[in-house]
């Protein structure tokens, strides 16, 4: 065979073997990855299933296989956040989510319909505990679309009594998951809540029960959050920030330069990054800020104190 040729076959066999060699590294740590993830997902699963067998000693232990399997990647941040939300139902009473007595916006049985449409139209509500001469005497629920039935029929109602619903009251000791249940089967939205003496508390609604379990939920009547309103000055040369502060706005205060691709708040970037939900006083530092967690619950960050450095 001449030389040329001979040297030809050498290189194209040589080729052919790098190449042989090269697929079959590249195989192995496939398989080596492959295997890894595995591992690490028989791993979880042989926790959730000692954990579902068992008797589970806490919440906690659960939420923490259930961070595991987030930080894993089995399920993304906003599900993780929804079941720890399901689970804090549990644990949590009516009078943890109700809206203060103080705060209720109720109308008297003896109100004029125009009077009272004026009321509705301003508080954007669509359900109201309507009173006798005493607030702790609540003598039902209206709906607004009710009184407007009433105002413009030409033959409606002449007092608002013949509108009302009746009145669900709960007491305040009432477990979230156990109220969340009779809503559904009863097809309430709202009750009101009764203290240990007998008098009005408040009121729950369908809503705040939810909002435990999906976050905030905002209709067209809600404000928008007012982003002075979000960052607050402290006295000590700190600020306290709302986790749900939007990272555009944070970045426009504070002069920083976070990205908001993945996360739309500086509550949602700071637990990405310490890799949990964290607890009240955990701290963190990134860029020129330090943040310590002022406030936090089962669900999510509530506020942080953020220092600036070098400021």
Do not use: C
Not at 263 to 273: E, H, Q
């Amino acid at each position: 065979m001449p030389e040329d040729d001979s040297s030809t076959a050498r290189s194209a066999a040589d080729t052919a073997k790098s190449s042989a060699d090269k697929a079959s590294t590249e195989k192995a740590a496939g398989d080596k990855r492959q295997d890894k993830r595995a591992e690490k997902s028989r791993s979880w699963l042989h926790r959730l299933g000692a954990v579902i067998s068992g008797e589970p000693s806490s919440h906690e232990d659960l939420l923490e296989l259930l961070r595991d399997v987030q930080a894993d990647g089995v399920i993304d941040a906003d599900t993780l956040r929804m079941m720890e939300g399901t689970l804090s139902v549990s644990d949590m009473t009516v009078s943890d989510v109700m809206v203060p007595r103080a705060q209720m916006v109720s109308l008297p049985v003896d109100g004029r319909f125009l009077e009272l449409m004026k009321q509705v139209v301003e508080s954007g509500h669509s359900r109201f505990p309507v009173h006798g001469e005493d607030k702790d005497e609540i003598l039902g629920i209206l709906l607004a679309k009710d009184l407007l039935r009433g105002v413009v029929a030409d033959n409606g109602p002449s007092t608002v009594r013949e509108l009302l619903r009746p009145a669900v009251l709960v007491p305040e000791s009432k477990r979230l998951d156990i109220l969340l249940r009779e809503f559904r089967q009863s097809r309430n939205h709202m009750a009101i809540v009764i203290d240990e003496y007998g008098g009005v508390a408040g009121l729950v609604t369908i809503e705040d029960v939810l909002e435990q379990i999906v976050g905030e939920i905002d209709d067209e009547h809600d404000d928008a959050e007012d982003p002075n309103a979000l960052i607050a000055a402290q006295a000590d040369g700190q600020y306290l920030v709302d986790a749900l502060t939007p990272i555009a706005d944070f970045n426009t205060r504070f002069g920083a330069d976070f990205a908001d691709d993945e996360y739309d708040t500086i509550g949602g970037l700071i637990t990405a990054a310490i890799g949990h939900l964290p607890e009240a006083g955990e701290e963190l530092t990134l860029d020129r800020f330090g943040f310590r967690v002022a406030r936090a619950d089962a669900r999510r960050l509530h506020t942080l104190h953020v220092s600036v450095h070098g400021s």
